[in-house]
């Protein structure tokens, strides 16, 4: 049993709380937040918990074995560098930090005191992403040519960050896990329509990488769609894969479908042949993807189990998002990588 | 009643074909293709059509006075130029020509001429498409700030033409008829997977446009994709509009859904609040796009009706599709227009 | 080469006439419908085809080796026993006839004269039904439980016959093929809502059948509904079958899921779990089940194949129509057959 | 605030408890269960509640206000028996009780000590149900001609009711709410096709029932389904509508579809004609229905609210259940109500 304290108790910070009370392995100790009203909200549900405005006053708590940081995103790196110094692991929120340096350094600073960091990149901790994984991995897609992505919906505008650092770290994420070819460039093109906070954020952007193995990422965020689509189709050489995770059930179709390429002597075309076959959606058992990661956290502290959502991977996520904004801020110029 | 020829008897010819035969202001008088075997499978069909392998025989017959080009699309242009020089009035399919020098030029001929171009961008001839004008005319969207299009399924892979040229001059002439602000840029960035017939063709792309008023459009076209999805998006300041083509019904739902800014002089922050309301879909009564597109090109010669699918929007069309292919050929380099 | 004439030229008409003149073993040679109006709209299509708007007179023409017969319900009895006492082969519409005892005794003259009927029960010339039968004879569903098909939709109201006799004729003869165990007993229910035509006919209806093998089948037609639904489920002790008609792909998902029975000695109860497993959709390429069905009639009669929508097959349909019938007018009374 | 106790801790227990936990009005005091498993499990969640596994306990705290019965069925009456004779307010799940003679035993003693009884119809509490009846009373869909409900999908076995008694309580609760009109029949018809547990239960049955006004409802209820279906489809002679529970968004559909009747004295014939327009889906908040019925139960405790899920309401779904079970044991014979 460890002891973990959850800093931050607004939308996200309610599920973390749930599933840390859930979880055996782990003894919540204290919920914090700055503001009163999420605090005593929450401190009502869970009578038995500590509560407390002030995280300091967590992390000079010696038994506190871990922090979860869900607070807004701007505050994630000095919290956690805090935290850090203050001999706790931590979990923290999506996206880790706001630049890849100081992403790095909190890396450095967790490897010297032999601390373990967990950035909630929560979607590679669902039953459909692992399967999805499991098949690439199996070899039955073949090569991949293209994961297209589409993460659309009204969305909660963010006050400090555009639609890309608040939607594409899901999707980066998942497609580094998926495919993880080295990117050698990323392009990123969107759309500030609203003025306000005065500043432009982008409501709409579209970002494409490119990678080694001249295969091809592209991820659709908007915050101005009225259709809610969350929804990745991945093109291999073997057979292709549909991921609606709108679906309540059937998420992952995968089609035996592709192109067949005969090349023959006697022509001098290359001979291109569609093929269309059978569809099947493998039984993927629901969990609930955050009490997977509550486990997995307790693992990569108490048995030292690696991680894919360790601090390596933040770094890479927000080295991917910052060159996407220093291409969005270039008209769509590919930076390379 | 006008006496009209089809050339090229493959499959769009053949529903070209099928709607000549039925209009009542049509007489088609001949089938031709330089292929015998498409030939005598519709002149089986159609046995009192008579039948040619060469279009000049067409072009020497005095009573004709229109002629369809549904041929490979290297030859719209010279077939184009020759009926035109013929004195005949033509429809020819998309893409209308392969740059827009050619395009240019076959205006010029036809205006000089007095001759009608008809370039045939169906779905500016479906009662979808034509509702959503309306709508948007109506100012019930407000202003446009994006429109998304996804045309995307396992396609017939083209030996002279990418995707590009291939799917998006639909969305092309879509975007164009329903936003006709002037586009001041256009970027694309696509995947050339497959080799073959000695050049690489993008099967993957991505376009992006953006217009004087700062509203964007976005198309995403694909050959290499498991599922058929055929939609666009459309958001506006007032209403959003979703229209999916694979429905049978309810292609278009307008949605009651937006953004409300409210700007208060006390408070630094502009209050950005989302608004969720109804949804309708209104009944749009099913047409034969191209049964009414025959009638129109009728109208167009004999009443000298304007066309929003005349030469000039095809030049425009492929001016498009030209900039897009040199953004393509420049790693999504903006290219202004 | 077999001569054919096609009586009958409303909408269904067009389609049996489309598709016998693109068929390469039939000529046909006459249209005939008493209405001079339908006639023509046709004949303008089909220049080349003779028209009547007398049926006896293809009748008498000896060149003729079948007739169509797609005419209104109540007539296809007396111009089906004209034809085949004229020595014609004979196509005809669902339903067959009006009642058992004219359809008994339309498959004796056509048995001592040696003809062939065909019943056009049309759905068991889809791939789709095709491929279902195929898994079901495969076993790969177990022993099947029940099959429940609805078929609803705004639909066109009959003067002469209500929505059991429009509708249910579909299911009853898919479910006949899928399904060939004894019938034992029908009930049907319904609603006659709107008074008209000086009679009333029922809009919606549920109809019930039981099987010799304790298994059930239910079938929902109604005229009323706002959404339209070609929907079978199939129930079996391995796996169970979802057909979904108005999908455009993917229209049969087979379920590895269903019941497992352990009875153990120890236990006093039998355990019932549940398994649910992965979900497939065989691929089945389209095809326009009216042109198998034309190139399945010239076999019967060229090539004396045997057939599942002979005269017997129409048989038991009416015969189930009008026990359904019987137990509509007795308040749901179970029907023994 | 009220103190309440919730006998019962299995899967909708769970729900149970969570909700009078949240809720403002209520004080949770006991969980009961005479497994001691479940139990433990929830008073793991939940430290700060007493625990107990004899609800006779409860019965003696003088200070509790009502209880909540959420045990198996046939323990329904026996429990809140008890608890209304010891001066409890008792909410009680479906089905209210095994018999109507039970249930109006229950309302009789409830009646003589002033004591509420709700009973558990938590669809009547759903945002989207409240919008129908809304709209059906309206008048927006005119006279209802038929509902046709539907309510399958892989389910779990009972050992001691079939399918009908699971499922369909919540379908007749809707029904009688939105159509108060007076039942004057039911009938039932269904398959028990597994032997288990000594006994035949029905996993499959379909439910009829007429009322005063020549309306109709259908209930379909399955636990054999491969697919989950919920939904309910309702005819009304001026618009139809569409619920469907399975979708997260757009639930409801109304449809300003139907039949115009045009009766002319010069014509022999009534004319019908269809009727096909736009469709909306109105904005429904989504609500926790059970928060909204706990608020309610409250209510009807403190402040003599009177409700459409009291005590008769139970009678009226169990008298359904009732006589849908005799007509199920009688071939489908129409039980007269």
Redesign the interface.
């Known amino acids: 049993m460890l002891n973990i304290a959850v800093i931050g108790c607004g939308y996200w910070g309610a599920h973390l709380i749930r599933n840390f ?2 979880a055996n392995d782990w003894h919540l100790k204290y919920l914090c937040d700055i503001d009163d009203i999420h605090l005593n909200k929450l401190a009502n ?1 869970y ?2 918990i500590a509560t407390t405005t002030n995280y300091s006053e967590i992390l000079r708590d010696k038994s506190i074995d871990a922090v979860v940081i869900a607070t807004s995103s701007e505050s994630h790196y000095p919290i956690a560098k805090d935290a850090l110094l203050a001999g706790k692991n931590v979990w923290v929120e999506k996206p880790f930090t706001q630049n890849s340096l100081q992403a790095k350094e909190l890396v450095d600073i967790a490897n010297k005191n032999g601390l373990i960091i967990n950035v909630d990149h929560t979607y590679l901790y669902t039953s459909s992403i692992r399967k999805i994984k499991e098949i690439i991995d199996s070899g039955e897609l073949g090569d991949l ?2 994961i ?1 992505a589409v993460r ?1 919906n ?1 969305g ?2 963010r ?1 400090n960050e555009n639609v890309v650092w608040d939607l594409a770290p899901h999707d980066l994420s998942i497609i580094s896990f998926l495919n993880p070819i080295r990117p050698i ?1 990323i ?1 990123a ?3 500030a ?5 005065n500043q432009k954020l982008e ?2 952007a ?1 970002i ?1 990488i490119r990678y080694e193995d ?3 990422a ?1 991820i ?1 965020v ?1 915050w ?5 689509i969350r929804q990745i ?1 991945i ?1 291999g050489t073997k057979r ?3 991921y609606d995770d ?1 679906q ?3 998420k992952i ?1 995968v ?5 067949t ?1 005969n090349t023959r002597q006697d022509v001098y ?2 001979l ?1 042949q ?1 093929r ?8 993927v058992k629901d969990n609930e993807a955050l009490a997977t990661e509550c486990a997995h956290f307790y693992d990569c502290i108490n048995n030292r189990v690696d991680s894919f959502t360790d601090g390596s991977a933040g770094v890479l996520n927000v080295s991917l998002l910052e060159a996407a904004q220093l291409s969005l801020q270039n ?4 930076i390379l990588l």
């Open positions: 009370n859930n549900q009578k038995s040519i293209y297209d659309i009204l909660l505008f006050h460039s392009s093109i969107g759309n329509f609203y003025p306000y906070s409501e709409v579209y494409t001249n295969s091809i592209h659709n908007n101005l769609s009225p259709v809610k189709i093109g292709m894969l549909l709108m309540t059930v059937e179709k089609y035996n479908s592709g192109v390429i075309d290359t291109v569609y269309v076959g059978d569809m099947y959606s493998p039984y008209g769509g110029k590919e």
